[in-house]
């Protein structure tokens, strides 16, 4: 594999020109989307939670503890629901594509994809990608889902606040926009996770040394490109 961002994008770009091989591309969106689910789910839920304890100590004070549910909507569903499953999906995900990706090259077994005349950018990345973005938005909702179920139920049940009341306030504060954004989020996302990924393990040094340190840079970098890709879609899409 060529070395170096524009090659390798150009590498991918190529490869995304040709027929997918769907089979593969169909495994891997099953192992991205199963193997991330459990822990998405067990952090979501907790998110929820501590936002709707965050929101009704804010909110409190003010006497204005009834709009817990509007809060929950603006910074759960628009913000914190999107990054979290992103984050989940690049610690867990990621970490696999690159560590996979490194020992194959340390193995030679890349080198043995291009003397066989086949690209390595078609054969490993393009069905990893193809797969991450296909489960990336699922993935997303369920989080938006679990976020805003389990503040509810704290705020039902522990916070004593009018249930109905809250779901109200978390669907006149989601607006068409909103959802938008959280496909576009997640598309963004998984793509930046999958090529940083399999860009850090498709390059790495050779040897048990070099797989740690590819795996632990597609996770730096899969990181902040998503801290920074997310500021900047909902400057596009919110900002005025």
Same mark, same amino acid.
């Given at each position: ?24 591309? @169909? ?10 689910? $459990?822990?998405? @789910? ?14 009704? *100590? ?23 629901? $999107? ?14 594509? +690159?560590? +996979? ?13 291009? !003397? ?10 393009? $069905? ?38 809250? @779901? ?15 496909? @576009? ?25 070099? !797989? ?9 970098? *899969? +990181?902040? *490109?998503?801290?920074? *890709?997310?500021?900047? !879609? ?7």
């Amino acid at each position: 594999m060529t070395e170096g961002v524009v090659p390798y994008a150009r590498a991918v770009a190529r490869a995304l020109a040709r027929t997918p091989p769907w089979a593969r591309v @169909l495994e891997e969106g099953y192992r991205i989307g199963v193997r991330s689910l $459990p822990v998405l @789910l067990v952090i979501s839920v907790f998110v929820g939670t501590n936002l709707a304890l965050q929101g009704y *100590s804010a909110f409190a004070p003010l006497g204005g503890q009834g709009l817990v549910g509007m809060f929950v909507a603006m910074a759960g569903v628009r913000e914190l629901a $999107p990054i979290l499953a992103a984050a989940m999906v690049a610690a867990k995900a990621g970490t696999e594509m +690159a560590s +996979a990706l490194a020992v194959m090259r340390t193995r030679d077994q890349v080198d043995a994809l291009e !003397v066989m005349a086949v690209s390595p950018a078609w054969w490993l990345v393009v $069905p990893r990608l193809l797969g991450i973005l296909f489960v990336m938005p699922a993935l997303t909702t369920v989080s938006i889902a679990m976020t805003v179920v389990s503040a509810w139920a704290v705020a039902t049940y522990q916070l004593r606040l009018d249930g109905d009341a809250f @779901l109200l306030l978390v669907r006149q504060s989601i607006t068409g926009t909103d959802l938008v954004a959280g496909v @576009l989020k997640a598309l963004v996302f998984g793509a930046l996770i999958c090529l940083v990924s399999c860009y850090y393990g498709l390059n790495s040094r050779r040897g048990p040394e070099g !797989v740690g340190h590819a795996t632990n840079l597609a996770v730096v970098v *899969s +990181a902040v *490109s998503i801290v920074i *890709s997310n500021a900047l !879609v909902s400057m596009v899409l919110y900002g005025h």
